[in-house]
Structure formats: C-alpha cells, structure tokens
C-alpha cells in the first residue's frame, strides 16, 4: 500500500430509510479510470432511479454485482484502486487494459470527502465520463472473474497499445448520450443503443419518442418479411383479438418482483393488517366545479398553469382539513401516542412507467389556488418523466387517488403507511339528477374517502368527506370556509 490502495464504494441510503436497491445499469467497466463525481451507475430503489457518482479518483478493480441485481444498502458494489503518489502501473491483467497515458490522473482526494448521494447526475461541465466500447474484443478481460464476465456486456479496453484507436474512430460517442435514467432503462428493455439514436430534447437530450421512433425506424425494412406479416393485421384489425398470439407464444410470463412494485406490495400489506381501514362513499353534482375550472381556464392569473377538476378537488380537501384538523395525524405506535401535524404535505398517487408512486406536495396548507395548481403541474410532470426524488416521496400527511382517469367510478383505496386518510375520486360523468326539483343531466362523480379507525372515527371522517362534497358542489364554499 505505498503507492496505491484499493477502496470500496458501498451501497448508499440514497432515500432516508431505504435499504436495498437494484443495479439497473453500470457506465464503467473494470480497468476504466473514473474522476471524483463521475457517475458509476445508475440504481432504481423503492422510491426513485438515481445515479451514484464516485466519491474519488482512481481505475475501476471490479465490480461486485452484474446489472438486474438487487443488493442492501452498506454493501460493496465497486472496488477502485487509488493512486497515493504514483500511478498504480504494477497491476498486471488489469492495468493492461487501461491505457498507458491514464495512471497520471490526479492523486487522491481527501478522506473527509462525503460522496454525493442522490442526483440525476452530476453537472455535465464537471463530469466526464469513459465512453463505452462495442463489445468486439472479449479477450481483452482474461482477469475479470465470473461476475464481471457476467458484466461484460460491453467489453473492455483492448490490451494492445494501438487497440484504443479504434473505438476513438467515430468522434459521436465521445461522451455517453444525454437521456434520463427511465429513457435509458426504455432503451435498454428495447435492445436500443442510445448512441445510435438522433436526439431531439434540448441541449441533445434523447427522449422516449426518440427510442421508439429509433425501433421504429430498425423495424420498418422487416414489414416485407414473412414472419413478420402475422402481426400487422392482428395489431391493425380490430374484430381479430391480439391475444392468441400471446398465448401460441408463452404459456406465462414471470415478472420479478423489486423496486417500486417490491416497495408497494409492502407497504400495502403491512398497510391493510396494520391500520383498520374504514371506507365511506358519496356522490356529487359537481355541474358548478366544472364550470368554475372553464372560467379559471381563462383567468391571466392561471396562464400558463395546469387547471383541471383535481386541483379543486385538492383545495377542497384542504379546506375539509382546515375545518377538521384531527383528521391529518398519524398513529404512533411505539409512543402509543397519536401525532396531529400542524401542516398538510398533499400526496397525489401517480401511475408511472416505474409503477406507482406517491409524491407529495410539500406545505399544500399555505398554498394560494395558482401556487397549488404550479405545484401539481410539476409534481405530474416530473412523475411521467420518472424524475421524482426520494425526498418528494417522503413525509406525506394525507394522499388522493384519481381513479376517475381510468373511467372508473369509485374504490375503496389503501392508506399510505404513516398517514391516517386517503381520498379516491371517481369518474366525471354526466348523469340524471334531482336538481331544484326536476331531473336534469348534471356533472356528478363519487367520492370514496378511507381512514384509519384507531384515530379517526365515524364522526370526524364523514364530517371531512362532506366538507369535500359540499365544496365541490358549492365552490364559493371556497371563499367562506378558506
């Protein structure tokens, strides 16, 4: 050790309490060199994908787990030998693989450096990373162990002195292709190299249309293919159901079960034989609600901003909050003490290509409407590109789940574990109502409202579910009870 040591980066809590997450895809291979900050990897855990920069510099000695592998959080996951003073040349099978002019890279950074967690990436002007190599020359990682042959999806450096040339000959990938972590995870589950593909995000950022416009594009001289004739009448006819090919082609299909789903599946199970859910229903005329989300459609104070029924439906459930505060509290069980929060971090449920997620909306309590709807705007959006971080997912008080999207009328929704209620709003539908003594077509929708028994009671929770039913019906209630 007097001239180069071998640290092993470990597996970090990249979301508070978390303690396992998945490799989804590695950006370096043994015998690279890295620079403090580059990004490694990128790992999906049971809130969030995020990249893990390293903490130091130095030439990448193994990596302890392939891709696809779910791994705890303390454990070594990369092995990177340091450089103290001079370059660590005297390595023998993997030293070959890295270039002559590499072991000058800057010594090592000092020891109180604290990694960097979470973050998609770093800053592209500080970061630069290997360039990944076609994976032409298997030979060349005659000392990668069984893992990392397992690894070595994109082969590594060839050992040859003038090899390197080769992959340097197209200038394009210079630099790994500019996506995010769910484009590359579509990609990658898609068989489509990202540097073969033309971006069209800003400042070159490759985007999901990007990837299927890509297959696309490699499938369309297959169309005169015989064998892939079948599927185009099947896909384009609608009275042939697509089913039987599935079925002539697999009997089933096994879908591992991690990340987000994994996450869910607990929370959920411990969710239902923990807390005694109650569930209570009601339906509203909502005609005025509508008609108030067409008016703030065209107020300039709304320009630019997400307007639709959820937002009100949110500002209602705050106002049902503001008038029943013990409804937004949480069981402690430990304590044997029942904690009432003083402020509202909203939850929205968000189906995702991730699966579902639960961000929430942090202070939704001391939100304008406009501040309200700019925040739902970017928590939806930033769900849909699969960039919610571990922390927007955290400390949530109290959830709504839009099911009404899915045409669905009404459900009876599981609580968030921590939280002591959850609104799920069915469908907007048109329907035949009693409406100042005839029976007119009105806007109505039904309201599903579960709570946990132990600190709610039958009183408080239908007090907060018709609070949220007269406001949508009366909006102005907005105004008086605000």
């Given at each position: 050790m007097t001239n180069a040591s071998v640290r092993e980066f470990k597996m970090p809590d990249v979301g508070e309490g978390l303690t396992e997450a998945e490799i989804l895809k590695w950006y370096v291979q043994p015998g690279d060199t890295v620079t403090d900050g580059q990004v490694v990897c990128e790992v999906e855990t049971a809130k969030a994908a995020v990249e893990l920069p390293i903490p130091y510099d130095g030439v990448v000695r193994a990596l302890h787990f392939p891709e696809g592998t779910t791994v705890d959080v303390g454990t070594s996951i990369i092995a990177v030998e340091v450089a103290g003073g001079a370059a660590p040349a005297q390595e023998e099978a993997p030293a070959a693989a890295v270039p002559a002019a590499e072991p000058e890279k800057p010594a090592e950074q000092p020891a109180a450096r604290q990694p960097v967690l979470v973050g998609y990436g770093?800053?592209?002007?500080?970061?630069?990373?290997?360039?990944?190599?076609?994976?032409?020359?298997?030979?060349?990682?005659?000392?990668?162990s069984a893992v990392q042959a397992e690894l070595n999806g994109h082969g590594a450096a060839p050992a040859a002195p003038a090899a390197p040339v080769a992959p340097a000959a197209p200038a394009a990938p210079a630099q790994r292709p500019l996506a995010k972590p769910p484009v590359?995870?579509?990609?990658?589950?898609?068989?489509?190299?990202?540097?073969?593909?033309?971006?069209?995000?800003?400042?070159?950022?490759?985007?999901?249309?990007?990837?299927?416009?890509?297959?696309?594009?490699?499938?369309?001289?297959?169309?005169?293919?015989?064998?892939?004739?079948?599927?185009?009448?099947?896909?384009?006819?609608?009275?042939?159901?697509?089913?039987?090919?599935?079925?002539d082609t697999a009997r089933?299909?096994?879908?591992?079960?991690?990340?987000?789903?994994?996450?869910?599946?607990?929370?959920?199970?411990?969710?239902?034989f923990t807390a005694p859910h109650v569930t209570e229903f009601v339906t509203v005329d909502v005609t005025r609600t509508m008609k108030l989300v067409e008016e703030l459609k065209q107020d300039k104070e709304f320009a630019g901003l997400r307007v639709n029924p959820l937002l009100l439906i949110a500002k209602a459930l705050l106002v049902a909050i503001r008038r029943n505060p013990d409804i937004n509290a949480s069981w402690d069980e430990a304590a044997q003490e029942i904690?009432?929060?003083?402020?509202?971090?909203?939850?929205?449920?968000?189906?995702?290509?991730?699966?579902?997620?639960?961000?929430?909306?942090?202070?939704?309590?001391?939100?304008?409407?406009?501040?309200?709807?700019?925040?739902?705007?970017?928590?939806?959006?930033?769900?849909?590109?699969?960039?919610?971080?571990?922390?927007?997912?955290?400390?949530?008080?109290?959830?709504?789940?839009?099911?009404?999207?899915?045409?669905?009328?009404?459900?009876?929704?599981?609580?968030?574990?921590?939280?002591?209620?959850?609104?799920?709003?069915?469908?907007?539908?048109?329907?035949?109502?009693?409406?100042?003594?005839?029976?007119k077509p009105r806007q109505v929708t039904t309201l599903a409202l579960s709570f946990d028994h132990r600190l709610v009671d039958g009183e408080l929770g239908s007090k907060v579910l018709a609070d949220v039913a007269a406001v949508l019906e009366q909006p102005k209630r907005l105004i008086t009870w605000a």
């Open positions: 770093v800053a592209t002007s500080s970061t630069r990373r290997r360039p990944r190599k076609q994976a032409q020359d298997p030979v060349a990682r005659q000392a990668a590359r995870k579509l990609a990658k589950d898609l068989g489509v190299d990202l540097a073969t593909v033309t971006p069209s995000g800003p400042d070159g950022v490759i985007t999901r249309e990007d990837v299927h416009a890509a297959v696309a594009a490699a499938q369309a001289p297959q169309q005169t293919a015989p064998a892939a004739q079948p599927a185009v009448p099947a896909a384009s006819a609608p009275d042939r159901p697509a089913a039987p090919v599935s079925y089933e299909t096994r879908i591992p079960v991690k990340g987000v789903r994994k996450a869910t599946a607990a929370a959920m199970v411990g969710s239902a904690v009432v929060k003083h402020y509202v971090n909203l939850g929205i449920a968000a189906a995702t290509p991730r699966g579902l997620i639960v961000p929430n909306i942090k202070d939704a309590h001391a939100k304008t409407l406009p501040e309200l709807a700019a925040s739902l705007g970017e928590l939806v959006s930033t769900a849909r590109e699969g960039r919610t971080s571990p922390s927007a997912m955290q400390g949530g008080t109290v959830t709504i789940t839009n099911v009404g999207v899915f045409g669905v009328d009404t459900g009876t929704p599981i609580l968030n574990p921590g939280e002591s209620a959850i609104l799920a709003v069915g469908a907007i539908k048109p329907q035949p109502w009693v409406h100042k003594g005839k029976v």
